[in-house]
């Protein structure tokens, strides 16, 4: 395991990351075109992301035993094409039902994501510098969303959405490449099975996945509503609302590496998930007192959340590796728990803010998360030592 490789399998788990939620934020940043041309209504546009992040949830109950089946070279190739057929495929869509198959088909890719590249950088980085690897790979979901953010709509206008959506393939293809030519071939599993055999998970492992159920119900509360209460709740023009999520998403890609980095270093690396999750909750409340206390808090909050909130995701991604054993499968189990959050929680905020207003929701959010630290204090794992 030479550090060539090792950092040859950094860059190929990142582009992987950044690749798998690709289809995800093309269609949030092409929403505006293509709705008008399909004529779809906010909740028909809200339903497509919600079904992407159900299938990526369903089909997280067995993506992980196939990467452990498989291995991670293989996984990844399965990947990249789903991706480049889901791109293409959405570019195509007729109408509606062609568009959710489309993003139907990237969910599938999003559950692959964390086992496959889990899976390879346990195979190819040094144990010491798996820690960083995991943070640095974990970043590519904040790459993917300021990269989708920043082109796709200037391109999308230059020369519409369908040509914008091929031409986004091209990254896929890429990561084909790349991983034909990086990642060396699969070794033969050591164990046989069947890739559809559903473990069930150890206690540690069940709590761990509570533990992302509920870091991902309030952190997709965060993303979907962020800039729609910057606009609406606090006053703030378009702007200054698309770069209060701009300045969450770079917190965001900051905190992955940094504190992936800082929780390798620890003896129980599932400790730093109790205080990011107690930061996150104490910063959302600030992101509640912005409109009738003082706006500015707004950006303090999201700085806050976006470093806290979402680095927890990559530090239970590195408990898993760190634990070792079938890390496939587990990752697909932890993916499981965070996807289905994904699902419940940008629901959840909408019914209580149209309820109650914003107030509430975001002190709901709050609470998610002070819950997630109470679920973090079971996952102890001072067993996982730095290699």
Known sequence: MTGSRGSAGTVVATAAMAASMLVLYATSALAPLFADDLRLDRAAVGL??????????????????????????????VLAAAVAVALVAASFAPGYAWLLAALAVAGMAQALAN?????????????????????????????AAFAAGVVLPVLGAAVGWQAALRWSAVVPLGL????????????????????????????????????????????????????LYAA??????????????????????????????????????TAALRWLSLAAAG????????????????????VGVGGSATAANAVSMLAVVRRGGATGHASGLVS????????????LFGLLADAGGYGPAWLAVAAVFLASAGVALRVSDRRAVPA
């Open 48 to 77: 497509l992301i919600t079904t992407t992040f159900a299938v990526a949830a369903a089909v997280s109950l067995v993506a992980g035993r196939v990467v452990d089946l498989a291995g991670p070279r293989r996984s990844l190739l």
């Open 115 to 143: 086992p496959a590249t889990n899976v390879l950088v346990a195979a190819v980085v040094p144990g010491p510098h798996r820690g960083t690897a995991i943070g640095i790979k974990q970043s590519g979901v904040q790459l």
């Open 176 to 227: 084909l490449i790349t991983v034909m030519w990086l990642v060396p071939r699969d070794k033969r599993p050591a164990g046989g099975g069947s890739w559809w055999r559903w473990s069930r998970p150890s206690p540690w492992l069940a709590r761990l996945m509570g533990y992302s159920l509920l870091l991902g119900t309030g952190l997709a509360a965060v993303n979907t509503y962020l800039p």
């Open 232 to 269: 609406q709740g606090l006053s703030l023009g378009a702007g200054a609302a698309g770069a209060v999520l701009a300045v969450f998403g770079v917190s965001g890609l900051v905190a992955r590496i940094g504190w992936a980095r800082v929780a390798d270093g620890m003896a129980d690396v």
């Open 283 to 302: 910063f959302a409340v600030l992101v509640c007192l912005a409109a009738p206390v003082w706006t500015p808090l707004i950006w303090l909050g999201t």
């Open 336 to 347: 499981l728990g965070f996807f289905t959050g994904f699902v419940l929680g940008p629901t």
